[in-house]
């Protein structure tokens, strides 16, 4: 899930494939944002609210996010 999860983070931000760690620091803009948000429903089947979602400041974050 972890490797799912950063890449479905790096296409939303338009990073390049394999260029985020889990311990990164998110610097992603809202547009980047709304879209994982969009991406984590359609691949992940999983629903995140944008304010729980804005809370996250690490990659790791987003991962133990859509974890729980």
Do not use: P, Y
């Not at 490797?3 to 620091?25: C, P």
């Not at 992603?28 to 992940?44: G, K, P, Q, R, Y």
């Not at 999983?46 to 809370?55: D, E, G, I, P, V």
């Amino acid at each position: 899930m972890e490797a799912k999860v950063v890449g479905l983070i790096e296409e939303a931000m338009e990073a390049d494939e394999g260029t985020l760690t889990v311990d990164q620091a998110l610097d992603w803009d809202s547009i980047a944002l709304v879209t994982f948000m969009a991406m984590a429903d359609e691949h992940l089947n999983k629903t995140l609210s944008a304010s729980r979602l804005n809370k996250c400041v690490t990659v790791r974050d987003v991962i133990t996010l859509v974890s729980e």
